[in-house]
């Protein structure tokens, strides 16, 4: 026998962990520190420096 599934319950939860999901990733790309940011800035232009004082010209 299967057992019996309250539908109304199943998709609460399914929400809720879909909304788990998003706060997550929201928490991961603004939950940084002001100091994080601006590292994380310098980091991206210093590589970009790099790259770009490395290629070669034709």
């Not at 939950?31 to 290629?55: I, K, S, V």
């Amino acid at each position: 026998m299967a057992e019996v599934v309250n539908l109304r319950r199943a998709r609460k939860a399914r929400a809720r962990d879909a909304a788990e999901v998003t706060a997550a990733a929201n928490r991961a790309a603004h939950g940084r520190t002001r100091a994080e940011r601006e590292a994380a800035a310098l980091e991206a232009n210093r590589q970009t420096r790099t790259l770009d004082n490395a290629r070669r010209e034709p």
